[in-house]
């Protein structure tokens, strides 16, 4: 089976940095992806890495560790509306239907 | 630019009765197309998936089917719903030919009663 975790909750203050973790065993590996997600809304792209290392994307950064099984999502400058629910995905194959495993979301509150 | 349209927005529909979700895609040609559920609190569960024209690829097996008539139409439909068909349906589409990206239409909440 298909193993992808990452907490449940996180809570920070506004101004605040937050790491989500996710680590995943899955049979192969062809991508991993966060998404995020407001309540009652659907889930919007924030990040992919296929290689390891740091990808930056303004006050968001996504690393990599494919030895590891792992990577993680760095919310800097916390601001209110960066509470939501942060999904972690891999692609598991490099077929072309390009479907995705995700986790259960971590969801973040961010408090004033 | 590509857009995905999904209707409706929330469906309140009693036990037994059939279901017909639907799902479109713009601006782009022969998009792979996905169907989740996500239940409460819980991650999304990849239902069907299609390459192309009536292709479609069930993940698990369950008590809904799905279709695809033209090449940006996607179908969810049942006919008879059961009470833990309530969720959050997502249609999603990515480029074809082992695309990457995942883009989501805005859900319909079905509550089965």
């Known amino acids: 089976g298909q193993n992808i975790d990452q907490p449940t909750e996180m809570t920070a203050t506004e101004g605040a940095i937050v790491q989500i973790n996710c680590t995943y065993q899955?049979?192969?590996?062809?991508?991993l992806f966060w998404y995020q997600q407001h309540a009652g809304e659907a889930p919007t792209f924030l990040s992919y890495?296929?290689?390891?290392g740091l990808e930056e994307k303004g006050r968001f950064s996504s690393f990599l560790s494919r030895s590891k099984g792992y990577s993680y999502l760095l919310l800097k400058e916390l601001q209110m509306k960066d509470s939501a629910s942060y999904l972690c995905?891999?692609?598991?194959?490099?077929?072309?239907?390009?479907?995705?495993?995700f986790g259960a979301g971590t969801q973040v509150v961010v408090t004033p | 630019s590509q857009t995905i349209h999904q209707w409706p927005a929330t469906l309140v529909q009693p036990v037994g009765s059939p279901l017909s979700l639907e799902c479109t895609v713009e601006?782009?040609?022969?998009?792979?197309l996905y169907w989740y559920r996500q239940a409460a609190g819980r991650g999304l569960q990849l239902l069907f998936y299609?390459?192309?024209?009536?292709?479609i690829s069930s993940e698990v097996p369950q008590n809904l089917s799905a279709s695809r008539p033209q090449d940006r139409q996607f179908i969810l439909s049942s006919k008879k719903l059961l009470l833990s068909d309530s969720g959050f349906y997502l249609c999603?589409?990515?480029?074809?030919?082992?695309?990457?990206?995942?883009?989501f239409g805005a859900g319909t909440r079905l509550s089965v009663l």
């Open positions: 999603a589409w990515g480029p074809g030919a082992g695309g990457n990206i995942q883009y």
């Open positions: 899955t049979s192969g590996f062809n991508g």
């Open positions: 890495n296929v290689l390891d």
């Open positions: 995905a891999v692609r598991v194959s490099t077929d072309s239907w390009g479907k995705l495993q």
């Open positions: 601006g782009t040609s022969n998009p792979n």
């Open positions: 299609s390459v192309g024209i009536g292709q």
